[in-house]
């Protein structure tokens, strides 16, 4: 299976457009390298590609990876499809950008719903040219044109904030464990996490490589970036774990030291972003990745 991290910063990317903490100083300044928002692309024959998530920076980042450009014919596309892990903005304005090719769409019920009736983005698409939308909470899993098989496990009730619908389903969010069947090699792909469930273990032991959410280094980090005084606003307010700290995802990561573990969705204000800064060469001592955007590798 061939991985591509299309972007690896959180809602915003790096540097932030309405954002003067020091390190998107820094970035506004070329001395830290920025970056798009999250997105990741997959293949399982280097023909047939699947996004997951569908990130506002889509069309950069397809005109930025030569093995996404369109051809033979002038309309084709190697891209065959979009996998939702949750129902963001940030993961799912892409989409529109994608209008006027009938691609395949894989998400849960409460997130299509989302789609269809806050964003209305589903009617916006098939306006164009209509979309195939199927449910990727099918508890056998699913299979993927290329080779590879799906299987979306709920890790969270947290619905986006412009969702009108109540926060009560538990797969508003979800992590996908992507097989490729050829070769056995599992890819886990978590980049939203507001804590650890109990299966998301069984998941990383079955896997080869985990794509882990790594948006905030420290509980508290948000709220002293934007001076809050609420505990741990970072992890209430925006629902990801953070790296460091009372259960922490860097503690629960050491339990899989066979596992290829990358930590992606970083924060503008994640001091992981600086590769010489002491929290940086922690997480890289716990044998976890800091990876750039446009890194490709194999599972």
């Known amino acids: 299976m061939r991985v591509i991290l ?44 699947w996004l997951l998530n569908a990130s506002p920076d889509i069309r950069a980042q397809l005109l930025a990876t030569p093995m996404l450009r369109p051809g033979s014919g002038p309309r084709d596309t190697p891209v065959r499809g979009v996998l939702l892990t949750d129902a963001e903005v940030d993961h799912t304005l892409g989409l529109a950008v994608l209008r006027g090719v009938g691609l ?30 199927q449910d ?35 797969d508003w969010v979800t992590a996908l464990r992507i097989e490729d069947q050829a070769t ?22 079955s896997a080869n490589c985990a794509l882990i959410d790594g948006t905030f280094f420290s509980a508290n980090e948000l709220g002293a970036a934007v001076r809050s005084h609420e505990q741990g606003a ?21 339990r899989y030291p066979e596992l290829r573990r990358i930590y992606t969705h970083l924060n503008n204000t994640n001091p992981l972003l600086d590769p010489a800064s ?17 890194f490709e590798f194999t599972v």
């Open 184 to 205: 056995g090699g599992v890819l886990v792909y978590a980049p939203c996490l507001a804590d650890w469930p109990d299966h998301l273990d069984e998941l990383l032991a």
């Open 278 to 294: 002491p929290e940086r060469k922690l997480v890289e001592l716990g044998d976890v990745e800091i990876c750039s955007d446009g």
């Open 234 to 254: 970072g992890q209430s307010l925006m629902g990801h774990l953070p790296v460091t700290g009372e259960g922490g995802t860097l503690t629960a990561l050491s």
């Open 104 to 133: 395949t769409l894989y998400s849960t019920a409460p997130v299509r719903y989302a789609l269809e009736s806050d964003l209305r983005l589903r009617g916006l698409l098939d306006r164009y040219r209509p979309w195939s939308w």
């Open 6 to 49: 299309l972007g690896t910063a959180a809602g915003g990317g790096f540097p932030q457009w309405n954002c003067a903490c020091p390190l998107c100083q820094r970035a506004w300044a070329g001395e830290l390298a920025p970056r798009r928002q999250e997105c990741v692309a997959v293949s399982g024959n280097g023909r047939d590609w």
């Open 136 to 170: 990727s909470g099918r508890p056998d899993g699913f299979e993927l044109t290329g080779g590879l098989r799906i299987t979306a496990c709920p890790v969270s009730s947290k619905a986006p904030k412009y969702a009108a619908a109540p926060a009560t389903a538990p």
